[in-house]
């Protein structure tokens, strides 16, 4: 990136930093050697996108965008293949400038179609549908919702009815809410599906189970006889996915294509029950920890462009007379930035973290250990549903952060925010999610109330609650930690005892909980909160950081903390935890903290390393050159392609016209 | 509105009413006169709508949008002059189906640039201008924004230089940044513009005047010489308007295209200052003042839909196997609904309070009084911010608690939100307008500590800070106005406090105001919040309603009042205001309303009044159907046009071949 033509204000903002930014990027890329690589296969993505000519989905109708998403799509997945990449991390980060906050029609297929097969399908199974799959020739996608239902599962309508003669299902989606709604590339692009049915032996109803599904003709792309698929038409982001409606009309599949890895119907309908049905969770939960690191990243690149923005946007001036400023210096602005940068950072460790975390307790699974799976089920929920909503109030927060032109398609932002948001929805309702983490931790306090052992992590239920904070004017990192996890615990305990007080007024356990549950779900997200906390502060204490970046770190730290603390205030401070004196101590100790990062701000958000055609905006350019790139942004528009537009003749001079007429008539 | 084919589950939640929504719909249009002559009008439009053929734009592209936007444009003003509707509120009401979260492009001509003639316009220049501009022949916009500034008036850039030998002015861009950019209708619309520019006479810059700027020729449309106008592309909401962007090359127009009501220049370029430039701020107050109304009316349908929707949506179960019910049935999801019912509720009322402050200071103005000007002017400010902020985050809310469904363009929704959000940007950026009123408040504390009078309005700020509530069991409306007052009068004298102890670092004035602004921020906004507060419990209390319906609008003041304490409790308890005791039945007694209230949750919505085509919503329709209205939207998604999209045969097969070649060379 050449500064030749940098904005002088960017240039200037980039002095100032008493950190290398280069340092914090090799920690967040796991060093020299993967930032490097990493880099390497993100500009050959991004000499690639210009040559191509693929266009910004900003000046696409929606049409359009679906058209290019499948150009490119397949021009990138013949590209992997020549360049041979297949490390996961690799093959993000070269797709990650082509499919800037986009998803591909492909996506799916690759997530969800293929490691379901992987996962549930038999050996035979694996043998034959593999191969086509990666190649593509069966593209296939993962259909559990329906138009009725989402969040409960067990509420799905579509039915797979064995029929003994022919040693088949009949796939059938009796009525219209049973109709599937909303799976990815299912509407123009998949021939085939795993479709989640109710399996039907003898009139008997067995659950959900997963079935291959074809529904394209694999030459012609035709829907097959009985198959009713199509898009579901246009969505608040996502206008380069298909997401897809499909109505199956007693559709025969043959037996095999039940996937049988757990459970089986034999050829003459004779149902054998899974030996452990738990370990399907196994792949929701490593999805969930996928998408806390993919909230950092998406509030990541909204605070990048709102801080360079900022540095770079002159409004006002705080000394009158003194000259106008950039809207950086402002206090109330590096609030809304550099609460968010430090939470981006947060965010991105306890992705790491929770990503971590998948990967110890699955080798445990492997070799049989299933003690921790509750845990980290709970846990990935919670820190899925946190991280969404925060990001999504962050990225809205940077995007207000550039006044009237973060409105602009062009800023890149409103598009980041409707793709980002529907986190806080797909894999698990975020309100959902929490009610079950809130089950484990009612569980755990009930333990803890019966004088049993608790995982470690939750082992803070135990601590007293009428203790008092010793934190001073000298701030310690540990009390930080200590604060969140006193206020988590005392919410959880408080929590479980309105569930009793419920119960005691003759309420069922059900509505007890029922009646309880906004308390849970805050207890819960306190719960999240305070292992992001915990995370990141020992994370950063641990790492093996450069004095001046970890100086910076520590101060990130501390304002993400002292933040939540600040808004939380009653939170923390029930029960005498805090004293009037120690959060105004907070409070301006948050402010002392904004002045102090306030020079590091860009270089925060530079480490982030993230190309121009990854943000995709004309206000986060690593250039600074914003008015230029948004005045040719605004001469390209459509409706510029004619000096007078077509409705000028066909409606507004008519009007006038018709306006003169009656007006010289009365 | 037939109930024949009405969803059984909204039947069954309607019947649970414990009061008559009817009732409730005279008190927000004043009258059972006004509903009805509101419902007659709107039924108009909505037939008309209907013979018309007007599209959804949730099925249109951006330039459909546009044109289908000027089309209903000059239907409905045809329409209006032939039922020669005149009022302000009818004429709301009847163009409110027409554009349902819409904006026409001639918006700004109706909204700004004729009221800016009528204004600003000395009578000469209104005799001119005004019969050309209501025949629509002149159509015109208001330009004030430039690429480089928005916020500060005084950074403008565009030049007005008077040029005494031809009696002209000379309007120019002299920079990119100094482009006109964002003025609605500008692009492709409007023959006219205000334009605000610096004024130079003999070199000497005398500030920002306003000047009539003829830019497309009135017959042919086509730009004027030296001008360049277009559209600014695409937006997160506002399909249907085209904001644009101008420069003008050394444009001359005539001297008497300066609006001279106020300032003055004369033939030979003397400049005569006018008599009172705070007039001029009377008008932003009052379209601050609507905007107020504006947020109320868009929270209202949000939670119009996802109440509706939340009535209909049959997912989970509560007891086990007790079968499935309504979301509604949840208390997380009572708790997002309810409280943004009570929110827009509030907001409604809030912005009812505020249009009675401007006309009753309006009036005092035309007599000479401008005392209460200043009061207006911070009340305003803040009340706009407030609103517009707790809109947003509500719209949201409500988006959410649909599950997927609300990610639909179909479920009306994301449009809403894109439509509204931008009222926290426009007219006066939030966080600006928030510190303006912080000025006031500063000066009204400075008042109190020196002794002096201040506006009643603000006299809790004399109140002792050292007090606690008296708040028990038996909660009363009044120690709720009481708390938020308190709240107030302490975040206040707080933020003036650190002001103070900023300047005994050393700071210059300003810096320590700019240091204090992040609390000066947050006390405004809880001013304005114990200004709503306030105008809800004392408008529900003193208005003549049926027993029935007050004690449901007490309940409703109760939750709003309650479930904001509980939010953000630390502020309240500051000093021990609230014990800990009180503030556990603060939030037990939400519980217990979110309880009361569930049951009178759909005719709360349904009392707003709001005919299928102003929701735009197929969550949210009157009749609850739901899923067919989804699945025909889905339907019609132009990317069903043909079976196999183009896409198939142009990238997708020839990429599966050539991944088959690939593979069988491996
Ligand atoms: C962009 C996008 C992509 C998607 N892609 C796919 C895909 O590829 N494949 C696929 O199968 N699906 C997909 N989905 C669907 C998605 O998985 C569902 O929307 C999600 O599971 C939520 O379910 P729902 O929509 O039924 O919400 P609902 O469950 O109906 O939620 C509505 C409201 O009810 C509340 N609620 C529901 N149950 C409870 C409960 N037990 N307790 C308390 N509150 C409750 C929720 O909190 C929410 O406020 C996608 C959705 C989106 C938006
Ligand atoms: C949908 C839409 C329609 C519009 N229509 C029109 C129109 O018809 N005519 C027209 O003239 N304009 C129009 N505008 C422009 C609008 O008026 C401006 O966007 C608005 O005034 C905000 O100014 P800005 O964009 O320059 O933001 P900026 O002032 O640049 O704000 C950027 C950031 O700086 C901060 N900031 C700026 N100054 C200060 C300060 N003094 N103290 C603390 N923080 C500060 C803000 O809080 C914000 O976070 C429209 C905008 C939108 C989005």
Redesign the interface.
Known sequence: MSTSTVNPELVKARTQATFDPLQLTYFLYDGPEKTKRKRYLQNIAIKECEEQGFKRS??L???EQ??QA??K???T??RI?ELGLKDPVELYMFKEPIFPSESSPFGLHESMFLPTLQKQGTDTQRQKWVPLA????V?GTYAQ?E??????LR?LETTATYDVKTKEFIINTPT??A?K??PGGL???SNHCVVMAKLILAGKDYGMQSFIVPIRDVQ????LPGVTV?????????GAM?NG?LRLDNVRIPRENMLMRYAQVLEDGTFVSPKNDKLVYGSMTLIRAQIVGGTARGLAKAVTIATRYSAVR???????GAG?VAVL?????Q?KLLVQIASAYALSVAGRASLAAYTRVSAQIESGALEELPILHALSAVLKAFSSWEM?YGI?QCR?AC??H?????SGL?KIY?HE??A???EG????LC?QTARFLVKCQDAVNNGEQVPSFVSYLKKPKNVQSQLSDKIDLKQLIEAYEHRAGRMIAEATERIKSQLSKGL?P??AW??????L?EASLAFGHAFVVRAFIETVVSAKLEPSLASVMTQLCELYALNGINK?????????YFN?RQ?ELI?SRV?DL??ALKPNAVALVDAFDFPDLVLDSDLGRYDGNV??A??K????????ES??????Y???????D???S??SKL
Chains 1, 2 share one sequence.
């Not at 309702?429 to 959902?432: A, F, L, R, T």
């Not at 939380?568 to 005498?576: D, E, I, M, N, V």
């Open positions: 900003a000046e109708t929606r049409e679906y058209e499948i150009r799509t397949t021009y997945y013949k293949v990666k190649q593509y020739g593209l919702t138009l009725g239902h989402g969040t409960f509420g219209i809410t109709s709604f909303w509407g123009k692009t012609t792309h035709q829907p199509g898009d579901i038409g246009q969505k608040f982001g996502y298909d409606f002159k409004q006002s001036e705080i000394v009158p106008e210096e402002f206090q109330t602005q609030h999504a809205e207000m006044g009237g973060g409105y602009m398609l062009a409103p409707a948001v529907p806080c929805t797909y309702e975020n309100v959902v009610l069922k059900a509505e029922n009646e309880s549950s906004q308390m779900l939380y205030s009653g939170q923390f401070a029930k029960g005498g009037d959060l409070e402010y904004l002045a008015y230029e948004l005045m942004y605004a001469e390209r528009s459509k409706l510029n000096e007078v537009h077509e409705a000028f066909k409606y507004q001079k008519p009007f006038v018709y306006m003169k009656v007006q």
